[in-house]
């Protein structure tokens, strides 16, 4: 183990153990947490799906995530593709997240170790690392499902992204099912073996996810509109634009449609915006530069 490396361990009982995740089934006895071991206390949402993430895949992730992030604390496993999508959506947030993981929580363990910039970065970011297992463990194929049961049981909700039939992320699914989280699930093509477990999941129940106000609508959440620190009064109705585009980029026509206002008052609110660094506009549309 490298100089300076320091890890707690929570032990199933302490007060600092995350409530949720002691009602599942066969909660891990101990937990061992590097970094920000506060935010295992607040309210989480997981996002998982396949590493082999698609175009569409990163696409989804990009445009569902950020919302959720704002609200909740972003949980996933740091694996390749999806996973690490998921983090580095909450790191650009500015919102911390947790990376639970099938190895040790040192830096001679992690895995992937394509990882480990990433692994500092939540760190650096007050998020933390979670693992059942001891530092100086070495990752193991076995000890991922393992770990898939923690993902969801720190959770209120699970979003699966993508994922074929018989991959960890169903796994994930299945654990959040058994243990009465909401499940969600990003519909996806049919041709597509990536979307395969995605779509199986819809056709059992799961909730459809096609942005994040689907998500936070299920769980009976109102996002509020964001009022960005710039030390800027922004009058309601340039605040109702910028939550409009915290969903996803915007047309200035598609601004006044939702609006319903079809007359120059958009366009001097949009150019406010613009002049606070909020948004700024690309490809011909508008778009958020920096969140809350």
Known sequence: MKEGFSCITIVQGDAAYPALLAQIEGPPKELYVRGNAAL????????????SVSDYGRRAIELIVPPIAR??????????????MAHCVALNQGTPTIAVLGCGVDDDSLYPRSHVSLAHRILDSGGC???????????????????N?????????????EAAR???????ARFALDNGRDVFAIPGSIFSPLCEGTNDLLRQGAAPATCGR??????????????????????????KIYALLTERPLTVGEIMTRLGDT????????SELELAGVVERRNGKIDVVRHA
């Open 71 to 84: 609200l909740f604390t972003i949980v996933s496993g740091m694996a390749l593709g999806a996973d690490a």
């Open 40 to 51: 295992l206390q607040t309210t989480c949402f997981s996002v998982v799906g396949s590493r």
């Open 129 to 147: 690392l979670v693992s059942e297992y001891p530092p100086g463990t070495r990752a193991n194929p076995i000890f991922f499902p393992a770990r």
């Open 214 to 239: 689907d998500i936070l609508n299920a769980l009976g959440i109102e996002e509020s509109p964001m009022q960005p620190q710039l030390g800027l009064a922004l009058p309601p109705a340039a605040q």
């Open 263 to 270: 007359n120059m008052n958009a366009i001097a609110l949009i």
């Open 166 to 172: 018989d991959s960890g992320s169903m796994i994930t």
């Open 149 to 161: 049961r923690i993902v969801a049981g720190l959770s209120r909700g699970v979003l699966i992204t």
